[in-house]
């Protein structure tokens, strides 16, 4: 064991699920779902979104090359090929957008088809301005007095040769010394080593990516916000999730929010997480009845410890959308809160939105041995709404 102990959490979280009848090909998809993964970008830079692919039972969706479309919300026109708009287009299970700008954000919907399912999934993709990457920066969390490693989050789509991989690494704008003894950069790896990690390595860090595309160089550019934590004492519980001020669902539509909570080495038992509506516990204020508590997951995702509670919404009324409701979670070293909304989807008035989140893409590193490399969990695991 080379001792090497960290931990990171990212924001990238999706959560998914799909309904999916048998159609005939010209027909509308009857359904649709709302993707958790909210894709925050900055202006000017390569973009690219995923249709996710659902997993039914025992059919695997991806294998059955369907036909993929992609639409704007409230635009009628396809999104097409390359040939027709160079800078947003469609090309497999990918919607580029070569750069983004402040006017794409907005709602995309992926229709993936094939001779008898459909399955229509909308993905929020909000693009800001440079000067406010701080807000949407990704959060890790490494523990002090140790080594821990940073991770440059959602490059994969842009550099298809792991081996080409050069990154640029910046701590509060200055440029960091490359081997200097405090940090390593590794070629060919999204990932920063940080040796003996210290409360002042916490703080924003900046990963930037060159990607040349047919003659142009654009930039990426990630941005991370790195807490440090004592490994040794208890910590104070950190909600990883929700990190959406606001989640979009339909009236009458089923839905489970899940809080997810980081607790380090802290013991399960000695952490409290509750789910409040309007500073109430939920099972008091809706009667244990449509708005319920689910059932606690304790979790051990290497060797780290997190516990998770689901606010679980039978159907979602007009009510919800003018409730606070709170994720609370304590232990004796502290507490944190997290406060979210309710708000109303309106993406076609008669379909229905079925969304049953699961955790996914909690990135989760605690890699006792550098070698042992870090498992990337998103976009994977997607259940099924009833049908
Ligand atoms: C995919 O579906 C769209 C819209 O229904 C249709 O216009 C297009 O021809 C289809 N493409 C293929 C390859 O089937
Ligand atoms: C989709 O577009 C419609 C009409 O423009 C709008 O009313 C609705 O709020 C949009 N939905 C989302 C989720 O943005
Ligand atoms: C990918 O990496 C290999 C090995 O380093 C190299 O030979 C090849 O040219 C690279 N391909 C691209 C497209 O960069
Ligand atoms: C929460 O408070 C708001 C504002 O006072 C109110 O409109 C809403 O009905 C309350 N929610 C519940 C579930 O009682």
Known sequence: MCGLFFVLVTFTLGASAFRLQQVKS???????????KHYYELHGEPVVLKCPSPRYKHLDFSALTPNITWYKNGSKTMISGRDEDPRIWAKGDALWFLPAMLEDSGVYICTRRNPSYCA?????LTVVEKTAAQEIAYLQVLFTFTSGKIVCPELWDFTPN??????????DALPLEADS???????GSTSLIVNSVLPTDSG????????????VMYEITRT????????????TPIIVYPTQKTTSAALGSKMTLPCKVFIGLSSHIHT????????????????KSRVTEGGRQEIVENGENFIEVPLIFDSVEEVDFYTDFTCLAQNRYGYQVLPTRVKQEAVGLSWYIAM????????????ICIHKCWKRKADKGYTTAKV
């Open 26 to 36: 010209t027909e509308n998809c009857p359904h649709h779902t709302v993707y958790f």
């Open 120 to 124: 229509e999934v909308s993905i929020h």
């Open 162 to 171: 792991r081996t080409s991989l050069e990154l640029k690494w910046y701590k």
């Open 181 to 187: 003894g405090k940090f390593v950069i590794l070629k």
């Open 204 to 215: 924003y860090y900046i990963c930037k990516m060159s990607f040349p595309f047919e003659g």
């Open 224 to 235: 991370i916000h790195l807490k440090t934590v004592e490994k040794e004492k208890g910590i």
């Open 272 to 287: 409290d997480v509750e789910w409040l509506a309007n500073d109430t516990t939920v099972d008091v204020i809706y009667k």
């Open 356 to 367: 049953t989140p699961i955790t996914l893409a909690c990135i989760i590193v605690g890699g």
